[in-house]
């Protein structure tokens, strides 16, 4: 069915396209009898995927990507697309239009995509009563959280704060984003006195986790040195990567944005490897960044993601990559004499 639909959205700009599927997935609500349908077609359901994590139940491990939902206007589809939890956002305390249009590009044939969004967004205030007339979800709801644009650096711990305390009994987990290169100087918060004072102060107004989201444009060490900082003051897991500056990875870019999809693969790969190298065990992982088959999924299972995040190759291969990407991360499982996904998590890592 996606097939069919792609090349007509393909036709279309890149952020209009978005528009319009938003629209009509945020039609859940009143279309059940289509929606269920695509849940059965889509979502696999198998108690070898079950994970509980942060007491949360996760039927398998996909969730969407921070930016594919950004006003929280699509939650009730998420099972329809076979996804198994949601990263929302990201928000803003204030209401922001983002970056210039446009501010979206398709890489085709290297099936990538580059944005300079600029956290584009309806506001907490906003979002948050949407949240209201849902919240609690059928699966876990994840709210990535950023500064406004116009925040100075110095009062950025502030708007992270507002966020929490205003989204703390509407979601299940945050995951902070000071890795976005499409605001400016947000990657310069990545500094260890920084994330030790953000993590201990918004410790103090949840309980619920709360991780960290990483660039892959990071030198390495210092990537791992910032998350054991940021797990040391009480973040609950990390994420591992936000989208690449490097330009390099297509032949046509842009000269701004950040890209993702199979251009990321290998770089959110290694950086994804080395961070576990050093927390496996010690928090939980996310891996995002260029998953776009069963067997890249496992790779990044075995070696140490407990969950994982797909947006680019949905738009290019749609839901009915999720059901393989699941399906196949079964039928490894099996070859592997696994029973258990948590059998499979960091099996890699424990060869060593």
């Known amino acids: 069915m996606y097939e069919k639909i792609r090349p007509i959205l393909f036709k279309m700009n890149p952020e209009s396209a978005h528009h319009l599927a938003e629209i009509a997935l945020s039609m859940a609500r009143r279309c059940p009898l289509f929606f269920n349908w695509m849940s059965e077609k889509y979502f696999v359901e198998n108690e070898k995927l079950h994970q509980k994590i942060w007491g949360l139940d996760f039927k398998h491990p996909i969730g969407t990507a921070g ?14 697309l076979g996804f198994a939890w949601g990263e929302l956002g990201a928000v803003t305390p204030k209401p922001q239009p983002g970056n210039e249009k446009p501010r979206v590009w398709r890489h085709i044939k290297e099936e990538s995509l580059q944005n300079a969004f600029g956290f584009n967004n309806e506001g907490v205030e906003v979002i948050s009563k949407r949240l209201d007339e849902i919240y609690p ?6 709210m990535n959280i950023g500064k406004n644009k116009t925040t100075p650096e110095y009062k950025a711990i502030e708007d992270y704060k507002i966020l929490v305390k205003k989204l703390k009994n509407r979601v299940d987990f945050f995951i902070v984003n000071v890795s976005s290169p499409n605001t400016p100087n947000l990657r310069d918060l ?6 030790s004072n953000l993590f201990i102060e918004l410790k103090k107004i949840t309980n ?14 210092f990537a791992i040195q910032i998350a054991k900082i940021a797990v ?8 591992a990567t936000n989208t690449t500056v490097d330009y390099n990875l297509v032949k046509n870019p842009q000269n701004r944005g950040g890209l993702s ?9 290694k950086m994804f490897a080395s961070l576990a190298k050093e927390l496996f065990g010690k928090t939980i992982l996310i891996s995002v960044g260029g998953i776009d088959s069963a067997e890249e999924a496992y790779k990044r299972i075995k070696a140490g993601a407990s969950l994982l995040q797909i947006f680019t190759a949905f738009i290019y291969h749609g839901p009915e990559l999720l059901k393989t990407i699941n399906e ?15 059998e499979a998590i960091g099996s890699d890592l424990n060869k060593i």
């Open 67 to 80: 930016g594919f939902d950004k006003n929280a206007t699509m939650i009730q589809a998420l099972p329809s």
């Open 328 to 342: 196949g991360i079964l039928e490894l499982m099996k070859k592997d004499g696994y029973n258990h996904i948590s």
């Open 190 to 195: 990545l500094n260890e006195e920084f994330v």
């Open 137 to 142: 979800f059928i699966l876990p709801l994840c």
């Open 208 to 221: 619920k986790p709360i991780l960290m989201k990483l660039s892959p444009d990071m030198d390495i060490e």
């Open 261 to 269: 999809g199979k251009v990321l693969k290998e770089k959110a790969y």
């Open 232 to 239: 040391q003051n009480g973040a609950d897991g990390i994420v």
